[in-house]
């Protein structure tokens, strides 16, 4: 079954400590990865994405992901987090060529000032 | 100002009682799609639409129907809704040749209570 599992759902920092969340997808073919961010009463906005190629990507306000593709995952990184960083982070997939997404359950990141 | 907008954003019904939550965008987007976020599961998709009269399923669209008469709107109709149903609903739209790109517009959100 087509799955996104997010391991971390509630994740606790202080500014500027590193942040990684982990992703792990289950599919059968070739996808699209993506990480949205869902900041407090916003709607949900695309944070980076990965296609092909280089597997180190970066996306907005210092977010950076790796996908490795042995170990299907996709996992987030930011060296030094704000407290403007504190909201929920959705991993998703898509298969390519299709319209449809497969979303994680979200990791909520609060960071403390 | 490009926007998603959903309405109503929040609401409380009855078993067995229609509504329809509607979605509309201003970007002239092909592609729209339905989905819902409940706690622990993430966001799922519920149906989706790539132009005007043409939809398709997406994950959990048991209990759900849409229609895109327009390409502007695309209500998500819950003909009688049960309390499985109370979840916190996002429109989201986007054009055709990025549908798949991720480059998706969302909008803000409808919360819905079934009694």
């Known amino acids: 079954a087509q799955s996104v599992s997010q391991h971390n759902h509630h994740v606790i920092l202080s500014e500027a400590a590193s942040l990684e969340l982990g992703c792990n997808y289950s599919?059968?073919?070739?996808?699209?990865l993506f990480w949205y961010v869902q900041y407090p009463g916003q709607h949900l906005q695309l944070l980076l994405k990965?296609?092909?190629?280089?597997?180190l990507v970066k996306g907005i306000k210092g977010f950076e992901a790796e996908f490795i593709k042995s170990k299907f995952s996709f996992n987030l990184r930011k060296p030094s987090v704000q407290w403007s960083d504190t909201a929920e982070y959705f991993c998703?997939?898509?298969?390519?060529?299709?319209?449809?997404?497969?979303f994680g359950t979200g990791t909520r990141l609060k960071v403390l000032a | 100002e490009a926007q998603v907008t959903q309405n109503p954003r929040y609401l409380i019904t009855v078993t067995g009682k229609k509504l329809t939550v509607t979605c509309s965008q201003n970007?002239?987007?092909?592609?729209m799609s339905w989905y819902r976020q409940d706690p622990g599961l993430g966001l799922r998709q519920i149906y989706y639409?790539?132009?005007?009269?043409?939809?398709d399923k997406g994950d959990v669209p048991e209990g759900y129907k849409v229609s895109r008469k327009e390409k502007r709107n695309f209500p998500l109709i819950l003909e009688s809704p049960s309390p499985n149903q109370t979840s916190l609903y996002f429109c989201?739209?986007?054009?055709?040749?990025?549908?798949?790109?991720?480059?998706?517009?969302f909008g803000e959100g409808s919360r819905l209570t079934v009694l």
């Open positions: 989201a739209s986007s054009l055709l040749q990025q549908a798949n790109t991720g480059e998706l517009f």
């Open positions: 599919y059968g073919g070739t996808v699209n």
């Open positions: 990965y296609f092909s190629g280089d597997p």
């Open positions: 998703a997939v898509n298969a390519k060529g299709t319209y449809k997404y497969i």
């Open positions: 970007m002239n987007h092909e592609y």
């Open positions: 639409s790539m132009n005007v009269e043409v939809t």
